[in-house]
Nanobody, 124 residues
Framework: QVQLVESGGGLVQAGGSLRLSCAAS????????MGWFRQAPGKEREFVAG????????LYSDSVKGRFTIARDNAENTVYLQMNNLNPEDTAVYYC?????????????????WGRGTQVTVSS
């Protein structure tokens, strides 16, 4: 079992930055691949970014590539999502997720553990 708790969401103006954190507990953190997803009102939950167990591989959705960075600190059992140059289309609830495989995945069904989410609102 892995317990995930997100933090760092809030309200920011377009062009601004936020850093989300996800603290993990339970299973050895370095044994799970981590991902970030988001869900905007009325839309499906979508993949944002992922980082492999040992941090060697990353994957981003096209909509955030070049603006967002996923990082993980296995010593602190934490994964981060640095979000720069935010725009109103980034407004969503952001979820942290974990999966046991070392392979990155973009489907929400491929992740085994989820946090409760943190709200990010970007004003124009």
């Amino acid at each position: 079992q892995v317990q995930l708790v997100e933090s760092g969401g809030g309200l920011v103006q377009a062009g601004g930055s936020l850093r989300l954190s996800c603290a993990a507990s339970g299973r050895t953190f370095s044994s799970v691949t981590m991902g970030w997803f988001r869900q905007a009102p009325g839309k499906e939950r979508e993949f944002v970014a992922g980082r492999s167990r040992r941090g060697g591989s990353t994957l981003y959705s096209d909509s955030v590539k070049g603006r967002f960075t996923i990082a993980r600190d296995n010593a602190e059992n934490t994964v981060y999502l640095q979000m720069n140059n935010l725009n109103p289309e980034d407004t969503a609830v952001y979820y942290c997720a974990a999966r046991g495989s070392n392979y990155l995945a973009t489907g929400q069904n491929e992740y085994d553990y989820w946090g409760r989410g943190t709200q990010v609102t970007v004003s124009s």
